[in-house]
């Protein structure tokens, strides 16, 4: 049996596939949070620190973009061994241009989850990605019917953009080093 990827070694894993995090493109809140357990504890690179609900169910985590964006996936870190009832055991992902047209996309069902769960949104279109506004992730059920929720993190992943600006022979791949590529 394989052992499932360290926090850091998943991250990675989805950087190899030339996925983008598209996390600080957006604004991020949630449905409630205890004292210190907020979005910043969520979006942060530790794994330690996490988000907990603090109301009645269903929790959300809302991922509102300025501008219509193109996910690919959505990676939700969760730990049971050291939550348990705190860890989700259902989550659906809905989408939507405001919270007006919400319809859900996709949905999971997780038993006990360690790590890195990875929820692919490749079926929608034929392009292979979700075009949206506004991403929620719902979380109606927890494990042992717990009542509030930890995630660890949450990452939204959206294809690279490959941009050659010139066909030269040294063509830049990235806006900023094709800016600098001429003295003034």
């Not at 859900?104 to 490749?122: A, F, S």
């Not at 279109?125 to 929720?149: C, F, M, S, W």
């Amino acid at each position: 049996m394989s052992e499932k990827p360290t926090f850091t070694e998943g991250l990675e894993e989805v950087e190899e596939l030339g996925l983008t995090d598209l996390g600080s493109l957006a604004h991020w809140s949630v449905s409630s949070h205890k004292a210190g357990c907020g979005v910043e504890a969520l979006r942060s690179d530790d794994h330690q620190l996490f988000w907990q609900s603090d109301g009645p169910q269903p929790h959300h985590l809302d991922i509102h973009f300025s501008k219509r964006v193109s996910i690919e996936r959505v990676s939700i870190y969760t730990d049971y061994e050291l939550d348990e009832s705190y860890t989700p055991s259902k989550i659906k992902i809905l989408a939507g241009s405001g919270y007006h047209d919400l319809l859900e996309v996709t949905e999971v069902d997780l038993d006990e989850p360690q790590g890195w769960t990875h929820l692919v949104l490749d079926g929608l279109r034929e392009d292979g990605v979700l075009k949206t506004y506004l991403l929620r992730l719902l979380i109606p059920a927890n494990h042992q019917h717990g009542k509030d929720t930890h995630l660890r993190a949450v990452k939204v992943y959206g294809p690279r953009k490959h941009m050659v600006m010139d066909d030269s022979i040294f063509a830049f791949t990235t806006p900023q080093m094709f800016s600098e590529q001429v003295i003034r």
